[in-house]
């Protein structure tokens, strides 16, 4: 399958901090990328569908001051969680669509373990 | 909007025998049905998936089932090992944003 490469994989950080979350597509370009939020022993939660060149989408509840999508070429999307808070504590992860005759396709990233102190 | 119900939640299963996860779903026009496998701290592996003109795909140990007029998909793996240990997760979309609607995910215990 296509790799999809997330970093960085642990982060521990100071309430207030911002911390900035790569994921790239390796060897194919993905027009859409997801990011998803998932709390222990629970499911995927979509918190945005990012697009290359244009705005994020995010879904209900989730704030896009706080959490800032970036989709500036095919191949990465970042996510920042501005200014992070122990509830902003979670594992997060993100997929991208592979394109193509199977548009439906999402390969993920390794997540990344946020943990605020 | 479209709902996945996945069961059971936890299943544990003797060495070699075999697993079924099951997952029903609302939304007539879903036609994509991946299959994750999310080992713990790591980030899901899409394992099979199977679309709506195609009633059962096959890829080694594992296959996936589905029944559009009941609309519901099964993930069964046979000769089970105990690296198949893991949460699954089933998933649909009908392809308008290329979304995925999560089923809860089930813990898949393999008992030496």
């Known amino acids: 399958g296509a790799v999809v490469s997330q970093h960085p994989s642990r982060v521990i950080c100071k309430s207030g901090t911002s911390v900035k979350i790569e994921c790239r597509s390796l060897d194919f370009q993905a027009t859409t990328m997801f990011w998803y939020r998932q709390f222990p022993k629970q499911s995927l939660m979509l918190m945005a569908t990012s697009n290359e060149g244009s705005k994020a989408t995010y879904e209900q509840g989730v704030e896009k001051d706080k959490f800032l999508i970036n989709h500036a070429s095919l191949t990465l999307s970042t996510l920042t969680v501005a200014s992070a808070h122990p509830e902003d504590s979670s594992f997060y992860i993100c997929?991208?669509?592979f394109g193509g005759g199977a548009g439906d396709i999402q390969y993920f990233g390794a997540g990344t373990r946020l943990s605020v102190l | 909007g479209e709902n996945v119900e996945q069961h059971p939640s936890t299943l544990s299963v003797q060495e070699g025998d075999s697993a079924v996860i099951k997952c029903t779903y609302s939304?007539?026009?879903?036609?994509?049905f991946p299959w994750y496998k999310q080992e713990l701290g790591k980030g899901p592996q899409l394992i099979i998936d199977?679309?709506?003109n195609v009633g059962e795909k096959k890829d080694q140990r594992i296959a996936v089932t589905l029944n559009k007029t009941a609309k519901h998909f099964s993930l069964h793996i046979t000769e089970t090992q105990p690296e198949d240990s893991a949460v699954y997760f089933c998933a649909a979309s009908k392809g308008s944003n290329y979304q995925l609607i999560w089923g809860a995910g089930t813990k898949l215990i393999i008992k030496p």
């Open positions: 997929s991208a669509r």
């Open positions: 199977i679309r709506s």
């Open positions: 939304d007539s026009a879903s036609n994509y």
